[in-house]
């Protein structure tokens, strides 16, 4: 083999592990959002709360889409997704903090409210924290602006 087609392999190869680490981060913040972003809907149904499992299952409907717009390399998905998670975490905080006390605890919900408050609160912290890396941290930038693939 020519020291030529040997650099090449070289260049091909080192290119594909860099591009690895570029996108992990996106990765990891994207499918942690796919496999526990269902919970929250899920919740405020077990709740009762109809409307806002109306809302949040939208709200994960459209990031849904937005995180297939962000792995085809549409940049603006990226600020759709950030704001949609923003959103939702900033609304999610006003119902753990007004509404949920005002929920009467002795009707039959399937879930008791201490849980409730506690798996929104996390929710809630875990979207706000992925819509800062999502609209601020530079390896998402990167990656949303060439694509990348989910798996």
Known sequence: M?????????????RHS???EEVQL?????????AAGWTAPVLYFLLES???A?????????SAVAICGVCAAHSWCRIILGIVW????????IYVLHIL??????????????F??????????????????????????KAARQGFKLW
Do not use: C, D
């Not at 929104?120 to 930038?141: C, E, Q, Y």
């Open 50 to 52: 109809y409307k806002a």
């Open 54 to 62: 109306a809302f949040s299952t939208s709200a994960f409907i459209v």
């Open 2 to 14: 020519s020291l030529n087609a040997q650099t090449m392999l070289n260049v091909q190869r080192t």
């Open 86 to 93: 923003l959103a939702t975490s900033l609304l999610g905080v």
């Open 116 to 141: 409730a408050k506690f798996w929104l609160g996390l929710t809630n912290l875990g979207s706000f924290v992925a819509a800062m890396i999502v609209l601020i941290h530079p390896k998402m930038r």
């Open 18 to 20: 860099h591009e690895q």
């Open 26 to 34: 996106p990765r990891i913040v994207l499918l942690t959002y796919l």
């Open 101 to 114: 006390p005002a929920i009467p605890t002795h009707s039959a919900t399937l879930v008791p409210p201490g």
